[in-house]
Nanobody, 126 residues
Framework: QVQLVESGGGLVQAGGSLRLSCAASGRAFSMYTMGWFRQAPGKEREFVGAISRSENTWYADSVKGRFTISGDNAKNSVYLQMNSLKPEDTAVYYC????????????????????WGQGTQVTVSS
């Protein structure tokens, strides 16, 4: 069992930055690929990016070059640094954990993930 808690959301102007954190508790955190997803009102949950057990990262095309995912196994935490924010980045952001037997794998499908945080709101004003 893994519990995930996101923090760091808020209101920011376009062009600004935010850093989201996801703190995990529970066993064997290092066995999980961690993903970030977001969901805007009236839209489906979409993949933002992921970090594998080997700390490789993948990103959606819409955020590539602007967002960076990092992890700290000692703190059982992952982070999403968001720069050059746009109004279309407005959404509830979720972190999720995927039990991964392979060190360098990820998924961009929400249904593949085993555990989810409660989400944190990010609002970007124009």
């Amino acid at each position: 069992q893994v519990q995930l808690v996101e923090s760091g959301g808020g209101l920011v102007q376009a062009g600004g930055s935010l850093r989201l954190s996801c703190a995990a508790s529970g066993r064997a955190f290092s066995m999980y690929t961690m993903g970030w997803f977001r969901q805007a009102p009236g839209k489906e949950r979409e993949f933002v990016g992921a970090i594998s057990r080997s700390e490789n990262t993948w990103y959606a095309d819409s955020v590539k070059g602007r967002f960076t995912i990092s992890g700290d196994n000692a703190k059982n935490s992952v982070y999403l640094q968001m720069n050059s924010l746009k109004p279309e980045d407005t959404a509830v952001y979720y972190c999720a954990a995927l039990l991964s037997y392979y060190r360098d794998s990820y998924s961009n499908k929400p249904n593949d993930y085993n555990y989810w945080g409660q989400g944190t709101q990010v609002t970007v004003s124009s």
